[in-house]
């Protein structure tokens, strides 16, 4: 009886494997590289794949025509502004735009930066998009980085964006006091 009880379970187990799959958990592999921002002031490890489509004054890396994007822009600040100042004239112009809104709470990644998540329907998009907006400071330099893709794909992929986006990296010692940096960074479509 026992025999004939295992054999039953044995071929249950193996039916439902055919009919289902077998959904083994294996932790994808993503090889990652330095991007440098403006002048240097700043670098993120990104998956090496994403296309570099940057410039002296705009930071706009993105692993495809469609999918994730990062962009972002550093500038010269006076050291008497705080993080938190230049954080929230930031987060200001990200409420400006009435289509996207924020999503759960601030917070900070490890690296110190602070992060608002926001969501909306760009318009004429059907997806909703996550946009998610960083920022950091220090030693007279103020950067921000913005994160937008797929709702969806954020969801899924939350845990390796905020690694991605926790190396952000300060550079001031590459940024040379005898060029300005400036960006022509705007509130473009992300």
């Given at each position: 009886m026992i025999g004939v009880?295992?054999?039953?379970?044995?071929?249950?187990?193996?039916?439902?494997?055919f009919l289902l799959g077998t959904r083994?958990?294996?932790?994808?592999?993503?090889?990652?590289?330095?991007?440098?921002?403006?002048q240097r002031t700043f670098s993120v490890m990104a998956p090496v794949h994403w296309l570099d489509r940057s410039d002296e004054e705009y930071f706009h890396i993105s692993a495809s025509e469609n999918g994730p994007s990062l962009t972002g822009g550093a500038w010269r600040?006076?050291?008497?502004?705080?993080?938190?100042?230049?954080?929230?004239?930031?987060?200001?112009?990200?409420?400006?735009?009435k289509f996207f809104k924020q999503v759960g709470k601030e917070f900070q990644l490890e690296n110190g930066s602070i992060v608002r998540e926001y969501a909306g329907f760009w318009p004429g998009d059907r997806k909703m998009t996550s946009y998610i907006v960083v920022c950091s400071?220090?030693?007279?330099?103020?950067?921000?980085l913005s994160l937008s893709t797929a709702r969806r794909d954020y969801r899924a992929n939350r845990f390796f964006y905020r690694r991605l986006l926790s190396s952000l990296r300060i550079l001031p010692a590459s940024a040379g006091e005898d060029r300005p940096l400036e960006s022509t960074s705007t509130q473009s479509r992300p």
């Open positions: 009880l295992t054999l039953m379970v044995i071929g249950f187990r193996a039916l439902l494997t083994k958990s294996k932790d994808k592999v993503i090889e990652m590289r330095e991007v440098f921002g403006q600040y006076d050291q008497q502004t705080s993080l938190r100042q230049f954080a929230d004239a930031r987060f200001a112009g990200v409420d400006g735009m400071a220090a030693e007279g330099i103020a950067v921000n």
